[in-house]
């Protein structure tokens, strides 16, 4: 596509890929739900917990909200917060962020004409998804779309607009997969590949919760004819934690996120077998793949979309990973060099189209 050939496509237009700066992969910005934007991820408090899930931001309950974010759904609308969110976009520019790729798809809510004001007022890059989540928010229209069908949407949500608008999406996803892979989803995957092909754009994935999805989905999209060196696994933090393993995934060649940074939980709900790390881990991690030299395929994130992560409600911010893990990463054997590659020149080679 030689309009978007060699450029990035943000919600306010085409830019020069030079252009982006310090660059989160992987966030969440706002909803078009004011009442609930994440309902999907909801899980019940436990008996006793009701009063904390009820009235969540009281500093008594700081604490329960930090390790249960998913039992109330008063912190499942970030929508409720978007100035709060302008404000931090604005703080991020200041601390030298530059962009932010906004991962909100079709099934999450998406509130493109949101993201469009957000970039005006705040001056921050900010890239818009296309695609589809995971299978369980996709609606009986969605399941019944055919492979060419499903291409089309996405197609179009890159070249013409979204939801009725005329702001383009910049890569496609995060696309949802669970685990095991629906066959819905399997439709969805191929049909990113199909868009991929046509477009020459980046794309991004939020693979299942089992160490298996991520290597069934690389092999899912390369028989499709999708281009994985232009694709990111997202989440390996909560996905992929033996060390072989992720050794394994790495040689397939897509990019490697670690997108949770800010996240410490003892038991993460979705999956009770993962021991969810913490940020010092997520930094060790970090140190053993620049080691083994994957460097140049190496992004970083908080996939902020819950409420309690703002500063405003006692959170750390999307300046978190500029302003504490980027020291802590030069304190562990991780040049400046290669945290420019990871923040700046990795995402740049990524998001811009072939």
């Known amino acids: ?32 739900n004011p009442d609930n934007n994440y309902d999907s991820f909801y899980v019940p408090p436990l008996q006793g917990n009701e009063a904390a899930a009820e009235d969540p931001f009281q500093i008594q309950h700081v604490h329960w909200l930090r390790q249960n974010p998913y039992s109330s759904n008063k912190n499942l609308n970030l929508t409720r917060d978007v100035v709060a969110v302008r404000d931090e976009l604005l703080a991020y520019r200041k601390a030298g962020g530059g962009t ?35 299978d369980c928010t996709h609606t009986e229209a969605t399941k019944a779309m055919s492979v060419e069908k499903l291409t089309d949407i996405m197609v179009s949500e890159v070249l013409h607009g979204a ?40 794309v991004i994935i939020h693979p299942g919760r089992d160490p298996a999805a ?14 994985i060196s232009k694709t990111v696994m997202s989440h390996l933090d909560r996905t ?3 060390e072989g393993e992720l050794l394994e995934f790495a040689n397939l060649g897509s990019y490697l996120e670690y997108d949770l940074f800010g ?67 030069l304190t562990r054997g991780i040049s400046q060099h290669q945290v420019d590659k990871i923040l700046i020149h990795n995402p740049k080679r990524w998001l811009t189209f072939k």
Request: aromatic share 4%; with cysteine.
């Open 1 to 32: 596509m030689s309009r978007l050939s060699g450029k990035v496509q943000t919600v306010l237009g085409l830019v020069d890929p030079d252009q982006l700066g310090r660059t989160m992969t992987h966030e969440h910005l706002a909803g078009k």
């Open 100 to 134: 932010i790729v906004e991962n909100t798809t079709t099934g999450l809510d998406r509130a493109v004409v949101t993201l469009r004001e957000l970039a005006k007022s705040t001056g921050v890059h900010i890239v818009a998804g296309a695609g589809f989540y995971v």
């Open 214 to 227: 991520p290597p069934q989905i690389v092999r899912i999209l390369q028989e499709a004819g999708g281009d």
């Open 263 to 329: 996240t410490e939980m003892l038991n993460y709900p979705f999956n009770l077998e993962v021991d969810m790390p913490s940020d010092s881990q997520r930094v060790q991690t970090l140190a053993f793949l620049v080691k083994q030299g994957y460097e140049d395929r190496m992004l970083i994130s908080h996939d902020i979309h819950t409420r309690n992560r703002l500063i405003k409600n006692g959170g750390h911010g999307y300046s978190h990973i500029l302003k504490n893990i980027v020291p802590k990463m």
């Open 163 to 202: 939801d009725g608008t005329d702001i383009r999406c910049g890569v496609i996803g995060e696309i949802g997969t669970s685990w095991p892979i629906t066959d819905s989803e399997k439709k969805v995957l191929k049909a990113t590949a199909h868009a991929q092909a046509q477009l020459g754009c980046p």
């Open 240 to 242: 992929i934690l033996d």
